[in-house]
């Protein structure tokens, strides 16, 4: 009897296809964990996932170990809605970005060190002279 062995083609082309599907898998993997959270939370197995997402249990055991990981964007929304909670963030979920100003001065003379740690500076407006002691 002679041992199977895999072509190595297999597993070269399954990690070329993860490395260049990364950022996706990630993504998926990332869903997948925020429902795990929410059984344990919830004191839910497996069985009373699927029968609350409306799938087989069959299902639910492949997508928790990884094996079903290419979710739809539809899918993953309908699950969320169905357990209240947000699997993935929307545009309009992301928080608004503050307004930042950063004002800042521009030396024109040369900095004169005054003394031990401190130096003169002096800003492009006359008007403004800052003296750090």
């Known amino acids: 009897m002679r041992a199977r062995v895999k072509p190595t083609t297999t597993w070269i082309s399954k990690s ?24 344990k939370d919830n004191k ?13 249990p069959q299902y639910i055991n492949k997508l928790l170990h990884g094996q079903d990981i290419d979710l739809k964007i539809t899918t993953v929304l309908r699950y969320g809605r169905i357990l209240g909670i ?9 928080p608004v970005a503050q307004k930042v100003t950063i004002n800042y001065f521009q030396i ?18 006359p008007s403004l002279k800052w003296s750090k002691n």
């Open 86 to 94: 947000k699997l993935i963030l929307l545009p309009e979920d992301e």
């Open 16 to 39: 070329k296809s993860e490395i260049m599907n990364e950022e996706e898998l990630l993504a998926c993997r990332k869903i997948i964990l925020k429902i795990v959270r929410y059984m």
């Open 44 to 56: 839910m197995n497996q069985k009373d996932l699927a029968e609350k997402l409306n799938v087989s």
């Open 108 to 125: 024109s003379e040369p900095v004169e060190r005054t003394g031990f740690n401190a130096y003169n500076y002096t800003s492009s407006t």
